[in-house]
């Protein structure tokens, strides 16, 4: 049988948590110093082809879906996703990624957002619209990708006939 929790209950896990999120953010987005530029194990572990920005990405999608465990709003769960997901997106790009990986730092961006949420009242409610804006977006992006190419093959066509 499931244990209810009371309101108080339900904050110290909360605080306790949201602890030891932000410590492990720490440690991942800016844990070390050179020259007073701090950085993590996030870019570290990008130098690992593939497993590193698995490992990256998996250890941030815990630290959401613990805060999502304790309350999060829809709403602040897809920005925090996102957040990841560019920080994966263009980190596992070669070069370009070990660069980018040592300037953005999702989740210290995601613990922000989390602070603002808990203890602000900030990123309520329901995500339905940014989740449409996204998906209108990436279909906007097949669709002139498509035309595009068929643009691209009615021009390769013409060379060659």
């Known amino acids: ?12 896990r909360r605080d306790h948590d949201f602890g030891w999120v932000e410590r492990l953010s720490w440690l991942m987005d800016n844990n070390f110093q050179i020259a007073g530029f701090r950085f993590g194990l996030d ?16 250890t941030s999608f815990v630290l959401v879906m613990v805060m999502w465990r304790n309350g999060a709003s829809s709403k602040l769960v897809v920005k925090m996703l996102i957040n990841i997901s560019i920080d994966a997106i263009f980190g596992a790009v070669p070069i370009f990624g070990y660069i980018f990986d040592f300037f953005n730092k999702a989740n210290t961006k995601n613990i922000k957002l989390m602070k603002e949420h808990y203890y602000e009242n900030k990123h309520q409610g329901s995500a339905i619209w940014l989740l449409l804006g996204i998906l209108s977006i990436i279909l906007l992006f097949f669709v002139g990708t498509i035309y595009l190419l068929w643009i691209a093959g009615e021009w390769v066509w013409q060379l060659l006939f």
Do not use: H, Q, W, Y
């Open 43 to 58: 870019p570290i572990l990008n130098f690992v082809p593939f497993a590193g920005t698995i490992a990256s990405f998996g």
């Open 1 to 12: 049988m499931k244990r209810v929790l009371s309101i108080a209950d339900k904050e110290k």
